[in-house]
């Protein structure tokens, strides 16, 4: 089945403490993203990568890392989370770029106490 | 930069009813998206429309685009209860082939 893997799917933790957080899809697509949802502000680009090893920021990259070495993953890094990164995050990827639909994660509730 | 922006917010339907929603957006685009969300859960696409095209059709979806607008509209006949949900559109133009989502219209749709 054609899917976008996203783990954990909640987590609560602590200012400073850094943590990933893991997508993995199996459709062999070039192109993926990570989008962050809150309240009133919808969903806002925080990076995407069009192929391994390229990455690029998004609309709110601040706070964040990511990485893409293979093509299937492209983990996302809160090296020290802060509480304004309490959100709803989502991973999607996409085949084709520029006519393809985006396939989402089940999404990552985070808390940041 | 927020790109489409969906009209209405919410929307409360009875059961069989048509539901039309509403996306406008500010610059030229290469295709607009429409997804569907369940609360808190991950986005479901439901139909695309490239800007060379003016009209849809998906089962009981009817998308329509106007560029000179720069607006779209997503209508859903014959709605059931379980097309409640909320409903995203999403424009992709740009060299890095982003995809800029709006705020949503909530669908509540009455048994």
């Known amino acids: 089945e054609a899917q976008v893997t996203q783990n954990p799917r909640y987590l609560i933790t602590v200012t400073g403490k850094k943590l990933t957080v893991t997508c993995s899809q199996n459709?062999?697509?070039?192109?993926m993203s990570w989008y962050r949802q809150d309240p009133g502000l919808g969903l806002r680009q925080i990076y995407y990568s069009m192929n391994v090893e390229v990455t690029d920021k998004g609309d709110v990259p601040e706070g964040y890392k990511v990485s893409r070495k293979e093509k299937r993953n492209f983990p996302l890094i809160l090296e020290s989370p802060s509480p304004n990164q309490t959100s709803l995050y989502f991973c999607a990827s996409r085949g084709e770029a520029r006519t393809a639909e985006a396939f989402f994660g089940q999404g990552t509730r985070l808390t940041v106490v | 930069s927020q790109q489409g922006e969906e009209d209405p917010q919410a929307l409360s339907i009875q059961e069989g009813e048509n539901a039309t929603m509403n996306c406008s957006y500010k610059t030229s685009i290469n295709n607009l998206q429409w997804y569907r969300q369940n609360s808190g859960r991950g986005l479901v696409h439901l139909i695309l429309?490239?800007?060379?095209?003016r009209e849809k059709h998906s089962g009981r979806l009817r998308v329509t685009l106007d560029t000179s607008k720069k607006s779209s509209s997503l209508l859903i006949t014959a709605s059931r209860a379980a097309d409640t949900a909320s409903y995203f559109c999403?424009?992709?133009?740009?060299?890095?082939?982003?995809?800029?989502f709006g705020k949503g219209t909530l669908l509540t749709v009455n048994p």
């Open positions: 459709m062999n697509h070039e192109y």
């Open positions: 999403a424009t992709e133009g740009g060299s890095n082939y982003k995809l800029t």
């Open positions: 429309i490239r800007s060379n095209e």
